[in-house]
């Protein structure tokens, strides 16, 4: 499970959050009116930061509601030459897969990013006019968000050119837009939003995303993968994590499966190509037998070897270097079952990694003392593996937009039988502290006790609240006995419900003298300032990411919202939280905060409850009724005092570059790392280097 960084973290990352939700900026042009493409535009400020005292800049530029930020890679120069050339591999084999997440994320997006590349490349025209800036714009929100849906909003992303502008470009540069691409891009009601999540308006039939071909219904959808479904299996596969629904010529449903010789076949050969270079540079037995079990699953797209790379890897924890590659993560599926491509290669920090171990030492402490039933306990906590890395490399739906903490295996038996892996990426972490402002804890802190306690404990806190969630949130309670996975019981709900309840874990004990007495802060001032920073978030701040008028759709937007909106309710109950309007302006200022820990292990007991039962109506109830409405006249305050400040609400990032050192024979013998400061340049490297699939990979009926 990936964990996305926001300002309930700490004020002090409040700038640079990344993983909320909207587009900002104009409604874009109305063809019937005179546009203004062709006129001159004023040079603008980049928004580049200032060097750092070492000369590094941290961030490149800004543009419409993002901020490009660059990281460094700590502990590289202290890496073996044969683990360098590791980590080059494994990234190779990453950024093969890239163009599997835009086709993912919809079945045009390959075909309108190159027909674009293709202008941007090759228009010698005018350039200083309103017209290209809209459309170098365009085109970076694009790469930003593998395709044409806001990362986060799921919005489709609209042009702020004109159709005229845009035949112009493309007849100057000799390519032709179809009608059909036209209609993608520039009509609102087409291909209108990347991942529905109301279940009235039809979970697949409204939704953009590629994971199920045009003509397959919900109904249907759910019907086959409730046919697949082994009853009492104690080891479950994820399935159909790898594969695509069709209607094949006899009108029958069926799984184009992700593997070397199916879909996507072409770019899997390239990963597998590098996984196989990677085994040879393996630091041990248990990393190559990992590495060759998940080889062995592209292959096949057999998702037994899938689990059996999972519980490879999970055994895998000697390593200086450790990785993520596959299909992951299930949130873009509307119906929670089929993975996003990703990867994230890494290097461990022993350091940071080493004053964390209390978490993993202590994970059955927690578990014993969770507010949950008896019968939502784990009797016994296995295989818990946590540790502080730096991210060498990111593809796929982790790049340019990454997370700042993952818990995997998804798989609830392997997590229960074999145990987990937690990641904090310490150097992300690191990277949009340094490109942040302070400009956003001023505005929208109650007091001065909390923008003084945010500056003293605020960094702790988000780190701690990034580690529980993941290491102790993720990897607690069980289910009841005959309970099928959360996608088959809460369905589209299943994902908001699991993040909000990592978050309640690590919110309930950031308030325990146990983090005090295992040495994990030195007063419990760190656990207020994340009750601060959360509810301020939940409630207000993160509100600014949406367009005027939007529900909230993305979940862990959703879960913050559905924490903080039920706490608050009861809340006003004994004065634990209260509002305050001072100067026009809204507050939120918590009065109690022992109480509101009881509100939130009261919640967390609730949601394990759901979870552990798979109560449909309930998480319906909780969700819908908190979660997803917005107060807009909270929601124009909170507009209007964001917007003045100029920061932007997203962050994403450039890669470093590893340039290869080759030997006699073609050999390499080590890997040299450069930090680009060119988020365009590099998109467009990787559209040259790393563009394996077909411009079109839609199904066919024979």
Known sequence: MPFKFSSLLAFTFAAASFALTGCGG???????SASD???????????????????????????ADLKIIRYQVPGWEQLSPQQRVLVYCLNQAGLSGRDIMYDQNNR????????????????DGDKSTKGWSRFETYLKRIWFSNGIHHHYANTKIMPKFSKAYLAELSDAVGVEVSDELMAVIFNPEVESKKVEQDATKGLVESSAVNFYAPGVSTEEAQAYYASIVVEGSRTPVEYSLNSRLVKNADGEIEEQCYRVGGLYGEALEQVVFWLNQAVQFAENGKQAAALRNLIAYYETGDLEKWQLYNVNWVQDTEGDVDYINGFVEV??????????????????????????????????????????????????????SYNVVNVAGEAGDASPSTPIGVNLPNSNWIRVAHGSKSVSLGNIVSAYDKSSGSGLLAEFAHDDVEVARSES?????GKLHTAMHEVIGHASGKLEDG???????????????????????????????????????????????EYDSYIRNGMMLQLRRLEK???IEESHMRNRAWISHWCFERAQENGAIVRVDRDGKTFYNIKDYGALRELFGDLLKEVQRIKSQGDYEAAKALVEGYGVKVDQAIHAEVLMRSEALGIAPYG???????????????????????????????????????????????????
């Open 37 to 63: 493409d062709w006129t001159m535009t004023t040079a603008a400020d980049k928004g580049a930061s200032e060097p750092d005292a070492s000369g590094f800049v941290w961030q490149t530029e800004q543009f």
């Open 26 to 32: 104009d409604a874009p042009q109305n063809d019937e």
């Open 331 to 384: 949130y873009n599926d509307p119906l929670g079952y089929t993975g996003s491509y990703e990867t994230i290669v890494q290097i461990k920090d022993f350091d940071a990694s080493a004053r964390m171990k209390v978490l993993m030492d202590n994970a059955q402490w927690f578990e014993d003392n969770m507010p949950f039933m008896d019968a939502h306990k784990k009797k016994e906590v296995v295989g818990i």
């Open 652 to 702: 994403g990032f450039v890669n470093p570059e590893m340039q290869p050192v080759y030997i006699e024979g073609g050999i390499i013998a080590d890997v040299k790392l450069v930090f680009p400061d060119d988020f365009a340049g590099q998109m467009l490297r990787y559209g040259e280097n790393y563009s394996f699939l077909p411009k079109n990979n839609d199904y066919v009926a024979k």
């Open 549 to 551: 008028g939007a529900d």
């Open 108 to 123: 045009y997006n390959l075909r309108i990013r190159h027909l674009l590349e293709s202008i941007y490349k090759g228009f």
């Open 457 to 461: 404990h605020g960094a702790l806190a």
């Open 483 to 529: 309970v099928g996975e959360p996608k088959q019981t809460i369905k589209e709900y299943s994902s908001t419900l699991e993040e909000g309840r990592a978050d309640l874990v690590a919110l309930y004990f950031m308030l325990d003298e146990k983090m005090v007495e295992l040495g994990l802060m030195k007063t419990l001032e760190t656990g207020k300032s």
